[in-house]
């Protein structure tokens, strides 16, 4: 199984990145997808997940508003949409892909919920 996360890069305050992770080797469309991201010297934190269906999606707080998951299932992808950046939003992106199927959001936000993990990209927000 790979995923593979892509579309980081520099941007400043107040721009957009769009981040796609595309999967192989495992059933996409029968994977709830995640995005996570950590910071340097901070613990790595839940960002967004979406369901196996598409029809569930769950953010953290702190990005509700600014970023969406989506995804599609005939590409084995799934983006996170990254809007109104600000430097605190600077960390290395994950994605990663659960097997569960969760009706509330709490699973979801738990690291060990997750069967696979990609290699991460690097967003980086200037001031």
């Known amino acids: 199984v790979q995923l593979q996360a892509s579309g980081g890069g520099l941007v400043q305050a107040g721009g957009s990145l769009r981040l796609p992770c595309a999967a192989s080797?495992?059933?996409?469309?029968?994977?709830?997808m995640g995005w996570f991201r950590q910071a340097p010297g901070k613990e790595r934190e839940f960002v967004a997940a979406?369901?196996?269906?598409?029809?569930?999606?769950y953010y953290a707080e702190s990005v509700k508003g600014r970023f969406t998951i989506s995804r599609d299932n005939a590409k084995n992808t799934v983006y996170l949409q990254m809007n109104s950046l600000k430097p605190e939003d600077t960390a290395v992106y994950y994605c990663?892909?659960?097997?569960?199927?969760?009706?509330?959001?709490?699973?979801?936000?738990?690291?060990?919920?997750?069967?696979?993990w990609g290699q991460g990209t690097q967003v980086t927000v200037s001031s």
């Open positions: 979406i369901s196996w269906s598409g029809y569930d999606t």
């Open positions: 990663a892909a659960t097997s569960g199927r969760y009706s509330v959001s709490y699973p979801y936000t738990q690291n060990h919920r997750y069967d696979y």
């Open positions: 080797g495992l059933t996409f469309s029968s994977y709830s």
